[in-house]
């Protein structure tokens, strides 16, 4: 017993070095990233003050006189610092137009050198009197927060914290994530059309034949993903290739406009990710047991129900994993939307790009992040689920 230990021990001494690599370069960042999504203490650090006199606000009407008093003692301490900057960055995207707010109301309240009253911040500005404002600041101060969350699903919070739909000129994010799974599964739909009888036609060949054709599936995989998808630019554009070709028909309408739209979309992620949908359905069929399938012949069966009833069910296994193999790179594609779609063609991961490096918004970025984490976990979990321990030629 305490050899075995002993064993074990030693054997988790060895993976420690990788898992603890794992953890500090892959898992620690991405759990970084995620947990900006509720945790936002940029204006609770900026306005200690005034979110201990806000917590009684019920959004209904205005706070007392001590809030706005709270909120000049804060002001007063963040002036001139980066601070006041920053909150106000959060607090704009809390309530569009707050930047210049409180940069304008910090001026006031550095000049003035008595007390202001209430009256005298709404003389200000007259936004300070009205609930709305004072709804967002009180949304902001709160170091955990579900508005990115609630954003990232067009939701938000009133006034009074209850939870409502946005405004149909800003609701975004919805359409932007069915649009970005509709694209993924029309993509991996295609992939399995195109990829099923390339991978049947390789497993059932001769090995050497074999070796040759999976070489020129692996090809694609050895030039970068940017590459490939400029030489769809080159191929698909106006004076292209194709229409080139299509113009020397003497087609009607040619030449075509074959870029900036779905199809183009389709073809360049096609081309990317058709070579792990082979690869998955290979990987299966070049184990697939014939005797199977010459034995439901000699039994009488037609060819296409020898087809369903045996050869599809074996090799499922690799047709789920190349699915969900294409499926989640679908998801996450970046490059290639962006140089080949339009506006109306690009899916969740440049949005995220343009929270990060555009808009500084890495609260909401991450929190489209997890939303599309959640949707490869379920894909994942289906898959286990599906798939099981299935094997092909086990019976």
Known sequence: MGSKRWRNVRAFGLVAPLFGFLIVTFFAPIALVLWQSVWEPTVARAFPNTAVALRAFDGESLPPE?????????????????????????????????????????????????????????????????????????????????????????????DRGAIQKVPADRALFLSLLSRTLIMAASVTLICLIAGFPLAYFIASSPPKRA????????????????????????????????????????????????????????????????????????????????????????????????FRRVYLPLVMPGVISGCLLVFIQALGAYITPLLLGNPSDQTIAPTIAFYVTKSSNWGLAAALSLILLIAVVLLSLIYRAVAGNKTVGVS
């Open 66 to 158: 001590a809030t706005f008093a709270a909120l000049q003692d804060d002001l007063k301490t963040l002036a001139g610092t980066d601070t006041l900057a920053k909150a106000a960055v959060k607090l704009n995207i809390a309530m569009p137009g707050f930047r210049s707010l409180l940069f304008k109301t910090s001026d006031a309240v550095e000049k003035s050198p008595a007390q202001m009253s209430t009256k005298d911040f709404v003389a200000v500005d007259g936004r300070w009197g009205q609930v709305p404002t004072w709804a967002a600041i009180k949304r902001s101060v709160s170091p955990f927060t579900d508005a990115n969350l609630l954003a990232a699903t067009d939701l938000q919070r009133d």
């Open 211 to 306: 070796g040759l054709l999976m070489i020129f599936v692996l090809l694609p995989l050895w030039t970068s993903i940017l590459v490939r998808t400029l030489s769809w630019t080159v191929l698909l554009q106006r004076e292209g290739v194709i229409n080139a070709f299509l113009s020397s028909l003497h087609l009607a309408g040619a030449p075509f406009d074959l870029m900036f739209n779905r199809a183009a979309v389709y073809i360049g992620m096609t081309h990317i990710l058709l070579p792990f949908m082979v690869l998955a359905l290979f990987s299966v069929m070049k184990n697939f047991p014939h005797g199977f399938l010459q034995a439901a012949s000699s039994l009488g069966a037609r060819p296409y129900t020898v």
